[in-house]
């Protein structure tokens, strides 16, 4: 709740060069607290993070999609968000306007810059349990994805907030939950669900992705798409010519560390291209997490498999993110 009582993140960032942080209202092991208390709290929180690093850039992010999903909601004092799902029926821009500029002052008012939303997933499996059954998705036709995508990405820009679409390159079709298991969509995924990315990268509205942990076979053999080149830098870079930030779906989730383990992640994430690698630390909380991956990362490159270039693409990208709120 406090920079003082963050002693961990804290020497992350001030000694170690951690480069944000993401916040959550609840813990979803013990259900109690977590970082939001109210606006006040959360207002202070932000600045006071800033602080320890006036020279530098101090990304905060946080995942306020709307529904089920929103970290600043009314139980911490601030106002109800409706979800994806809703707005997706409505189809009405007026009202998704409203609703994006909504979601996008609340969180530069609070001093959060990067927003983990919209999700432009497909809504082709309504009874998925990370997507459908959450109602987290505008719709099944990459259409109103698309249009309803744009809106809430214009009014964050405006509101000085960069976005994140997500979850790469589709979890619309998954029967798992990515956070609890592998998502295997080597049946059910299509091509069609690349459409709100190929039309909003082309349109010039697009500041980052996040890569799924989900499993298509038939795009990599062997490696979930958060940790696949052949995902990230063939596809994704490759013949959709993204060239901004990848941000990794949380490299604590299940699917992940059973997998892989958690440095051998961090390899990966690196290799496949992603820029951003993003631990939610939410199963078994860790003080020294942060710490931890700062120095795998450097191992990797002192052993001379991530070359130091391939780290500097990388921040070079990062800064090119909107800047944060004024």
């Given at each position: 709740?406090?920079?003082?009582?963050?002693?961990?993140?804290?020497?992350?960032?001030?000694?170690?060069?951690?480069g944000?942080?993401?916040?959550f209202?609840?813990?979803?092991?013990?259900?109690?607290?977590?970082?939001?208390?109210?606006?006040?709290q959360?207002r202070s929180?932000?600045?006071?993070?800033?602080?320890?690093?006036?020279?530098?850039?101090?990304?905060?992010?946080?995942?306020?999609?709307?529904?089920?999903?929103?970290?600043l909601?009314?139980s911490?004092?601030?106002?109800?968000?409706?979800?994806?799902?809703?707005?997706?029926?409505?189809?009405?821009?007026?009202?998704?306007?409203?609703?994006?500029?909504?979601?996008?002052?609340?969180?530069?008012?609070?001093?959060?810059?990067?927003n983990l939303?919209?999700?432009?997933?497909?809504?082709?499996?309504?009874?998925?349990?990370?997507?459908?059954?959450?109602?987290r998705?505008?719709?099944?036709?990459?259409?109103i994805?698309?249009?309803?995508?744009?809106?809430?990405?214009?009014?964050?820009?405006?509101?000085?907030?960069?976005?994140?679409?997500?979850?790469?390159?589709?979890?619309?079709?998954?029967?798992?939950?990515?956070?609890?298991?592998?998502?295997?969509?080597?049946?059910?995924?299509?091509?069609?669900?690349?459409?709100?990315?190929?039309?909003?990268?082309?349109?010039?509205?697009?500041?980052?992705?996040?890569?799924a942990?989900v499993?298509?076979r038939?795009?990599?053999?062997?490696?979930?798409?958060?940790?696949?080149?052949?995902?990230?830098?063939?596809?994704?870079?490759?013949e959709?010519?993204?060239?901004?930030?990848?941000?990794?779906?949380?490299?604590?989730?299940?699917?992940?560390?059973?997998?892989?383990?958690?440095?051998?992640?961090?390899?990966?994430?690196?290799?496949?291209?992603?820029?951003?690698?993003?631990?939610?630390?939410?199963?078994?909380?860790?003080?020294?997490?942060?710490?931890?991956?700062?120095?795998?990362?450097?191992?990797?490159?002192?052993?001379?498999?991530?070359?130091?270039?391939?780290?500097?693409?990388?921040?070079?990208?990062?800064?090119?993110?909107?800047?944060?709120?004024?």
């Amino acid at each position: 709740m406090t920079v003082a009582g963050a002693g961990p993140i804290r020497g992350a960032i001030e000694r170690d060069g951690l480069g944000g942080v993401i916040l959550f209202d609840r813990d979803q092991t013990t259900g109690g607290p977590r970082n939001i208390r109210s606006a006040a709290q959360l207002r202070s929180l932000t600045a006071d993070l800033r602080a320890l690093v006036p020279d530098r850039r101090l990304l905060i992010a946080v995942d306020q999609e709307g529904g089920r999903v929103t970290r600043l909601g009314p139980s911490t004092g601030f106002p109800a968000v409706a979800s994806e799902a809703q707005v997706g029926r409505a189809d009405d821009p007026a009202m998704a306007a409203a609703w994006a500029r909504g979601i996008a002052r609340t969180l530069a008012d609070v001093g959060i810059d990067l927003n983990l939303a919209p999700v432009v997933d497909l809504d082709v499996n309504p009874q998925n349990p990370a997507i459908g059954a959450l109602g987290r998705s505008f719709s099944a036709d990459p259409a109103i994805v698309t249009r309803l995508a744009t809106i809430e990405i214009d009014a964050h820009r405006k509101a000085g907030v960069a976005t994140c679409l997500k979850h790469f390159p589709g979890l619309g079709s998954a029967t798992v939950n990515t956070d609890f298991g592998v998502a295997d969509v080597t049946k059910t995924w299509t091509r069609r669900e690349l459409e709100p990315y190929r039309r909003l990268i082309d349109a010039g509205s697009v500041d980052a992705i996040m890569a799924a942990h989900v499993v298509d076979r038939n795009l990599d053999a062997k490696h979930p798409a958060s940790l696949s080149r052949s995902v990230v830098t063939d596809l994704l870079r490759g013949e959709l010519g993204w060239d901004g930030v990848v941000v990794t779906d949380d490299l604590g989730a299940a699917a992940i560390t059973s997998a892989v383990g958690a440095d051998e992640a961090i390899a990966h994430a690196l290799e496949a291209g992603s820029d951003i690698l993003l631990f939610a630390n939410q199963q078994h909380y860790d003080g020294g997490l942060a710490t931890h991956v700062i120095d795998v990362i450097e191992g990797l490159v002192t052993a001379g498999r991530i070359d130091e270039a391939r780290i500097d693409a990388s921040r070079g990208r990062i800064a090119r993110l909107s800047g944060p709120p004024s």
